[in-house]
């Protein structure tokens, strides 16, 4: 078992509702929240933050809206979510982003589950997604944000701007609603996205996030008001914590990235101090760097080359735990003012001072390029039933592969399964169920059984090697994690996902997808004339490659773990097309029932 430094006074007594009233008292005309980049970028302070949630406050309050009650949100990322969240939040409602990639079966599911009486919707996109569902449930009230979709003569629906200006201002009563929170009060519901079976509902307090956003600000201190950038979705834990919860207890400003296709110019504007990617975004960004890189006239790319070298021998030798020589930390300090700190410049990210990735490992041939280039990413892991991050890897203790140390007040053990144990403040109050109340999940004892395999060194750092549920067992009786061998094969720019097939089976094959991004770049280089998806998966030389891939991979491996035959699919895959959650995570159950005919054809004898 191992736990780092107890918690600390600083979060004891402190709510969401609090932190907001603090904010906008202490630090009234700082920027809290802008949508987009660029000249037409709005900004709210935080005064105007809280005063556009207290108006809404209001309005939900007046639609009956009150303490307990269940309020799902199907926005995009802008700042009427933050707002609708924080409102819903003041009435001591639970509130819940749900994902757009939903089907209409889904929505329908969660709808009933959470047993919401209020969803705030965004436009008509979001509405022709829910009008079957809310015809089933004509007791579910709806306010649509975009007046022009407001449908006439439904009493169902109101208009959000209605609802804002719905009550004057009475803020003797809206200082009572934020005094009553309690840390202990249920404050949000995140639903799973269902990696393995059907999403959960997951309920968070105020104690859980404030905890979870001081210990990462404390592990990993940023300068005061930090510049972060929300991209990810809104029902995801880690964009709810770093989105919402960790800029109130920092204060910091947040800019939305309202569309994926401003990713970069959004970067390049805000220049952020701390980011998160799962490791999607972060293997896009190591291909975007490299691609610069490439490009480089002859004597830029020889100083680029040996301040790579300096930078990586560096970042060995801290994660060994060993002390890096004077001279060699001075050269690094050189190289990285003058040479990559350009090159990070070129992404938006040479401000960057905590650079976070989880939901999924990180190939260790992207976590060495990217410290290579000055831009050392470490791994952090949890769930949404620890608010996110448990344990995480920090400059000071973290090694490639592992995902850190517990964080202050929190322990991690390892069951007799090896399955990775958590107790803390971090973990979450229960699961909602259908009826209304919350079913804790940890023990008499106080453990959250994590569903994850793993080991803790003898320096404390925890490694997690699979999920409980995805652990293979071949027919031999072989037990076999699949996260290791896809991490391997995914590290080959050719490759954005690598599933490993072998449940009940004889052997271990591959399921390959070319990456869209990067695989035409790398077919340019090798003198390959097509940037056709399915035109490379099927090229000579693409095979070639793969092949020498998997050849590499399995050289790695023990006899058991290796990969006998694998194919190659064009893809993409996202999570509209079904093989993936909206975390980017492998949904391995729609894989396997989505290309059953291409897996039983590496089985045929």
Request: glycine share 8%.
């Amino acid at each position: 078992m191992t736990t780092a430094e107890p918690p600390h006074d600083y979060v004891e007594g402190l709510t969401i509702t609090e932190l907001l009233r603090r904010n906008a008292r202490e630090f009234a005309e700082r920027p809290a929240l802008t949508t987009g980049p660029g000249p037409h970028a709005g900004t709210l302070n935080w005064t105007q933050l809280r005063t556009e949630v207290a108006a809404l406050t209001r309005g939900l309050a007046a639609l009956g809206v009150t303490r307990g009650d269940r309020v799902l949100v199907a926005m995009s990322r802008r700042a009427e979510h933050w707002i609708t969240d924080l409102a819903a939040v003041h009435l001591g409602a639970l509130s819940c982003s749900t994902y757009d990639t939903l089907s209409t079966e889904q929505i329908g599911a969660l709808a009933r589950h959470s047993a919401a009486g209020l969803v705030v919707l965004e436009g008509e996109e979001q509405l022709a997604r829910w009008r079957p569902v809310l015809d089933e449930l004509p007791h579910l009230r709806v306010v649509v944000l975009d007046p022009d979709a407001v449908p006439a003569d439904d009493p169902r629906f109101v208009g959000y701007a209605t609802v804002r200006n719905a009550v004057p201002p009475d803020n003797d009563a809206f200082e009572a609603l934020t005094d009553a929170a309690t840390p202990d009060r249920p404050l949000a519901l995140v639903y799973t996205s269902g990696t393995t079976g059907d999403p959960k509902g997951v309920v968070l307090s105020h104690r859980n996030v404030i905890h979870e956003s001081a210990m990462q600000e404390r592990l990993v201190p940023l300068p005061d008001h930090p510049r972060t950038v929300a991209h990810l979705p809104m029902g995801h834990i880690a964009e709810r914590v770093l989105g919402i919860y960790m800029p109130l207890y920092t204060a910091g400003h947040v800019t939305i990235c309202p569309d994926p296709g401003q990713f970069l110019p959004t970067l390049l504007a805000v220049r952020p101090q701390g980011f998160f990617g799962v490791p999607r975004v972060w293997e896009k960004l190591a291909a975007g760097l490299l691609a610069r890189i490439t490009t480089l006239p002859a004597d830029q790319a020889a100083a680029v080359a040996q301040a790579q070298q300096t930078a990586l021998e560096v970042y060995r030798l801290r994660s060994a735990g060993k002390e890096v020589p004077t001279e060699k930390a001075a050269a690094l300090e050189e190289f990285d003012r003058h040479v990559l700190r350009p090159v990070r410049t070129t992404v938006g990210l040479d401000s960057c001072r905590r650079a976070f990735s989880g939901a999924a490992p990180l190939p260790t041939g992207v976590l060495e390029f990217l410290a290579s280039v000055g831009l050392p990413v470490y791994e952090v892991w949890g769930l949404s039933e620890t608010t996110g991050a448990a344990t995480v890897s920090t400059p000071a203790a973290f090694a490639p592969g592992s995902v850190g140390q517990p964080g202050p007040g929190i322990e991690v053990k390892e069951a007799e399964d090896g399955e990775l144990l958590v107790r803390g403040p971090v973990v979450f109050s229960g699961y909602l169920r259908a009826d209304g109340h919350v079913e804790p999940a940890t023990d008499a004892e106080g453990w959250l059984a994590t569903g994850d395999i793993g080991t803790v060194d003898s320096r404390g750092i925890v490694t997690v090697t699979d999920r409980k549920k995805e652990i293979i067992i071949t027919t031999g009786g072989k037990n076999i994690a699949p996260a290791r061998i896809e991490s391997r094969l995914r590290a080959h720019p050719l490759v954005a996902h690598a599933v490993a097939i072998g449940d009940r089976r004889h052997h271990v094959t591959a399921l390959l997808v070319l990456d869209e991004e990067t695989a035409p770049l790398w077919a340019r280089t090798h003198g390959i004339d097509a940037t056709d998806l399915d035109e490379l998966a099927r090229h000579p030389k693409v095979l070639a490659a793969l092949d020498t891939a998997v050849e590499e991979t399995n050289a790695a491996l023990s006899r058991p773990e290796q990969v006998k035959r694998y194919r190659v699919l064009a893809g993409p895959w996202t999570a509209e097309s079904g093989e993936l959650t909206p975390k980017l995570s492998l949904r391995r159950r729609a894989i396997d029932e989505r290309h059953a005919a291409t897996i039983e054809s590496m089985y045929d004898t």
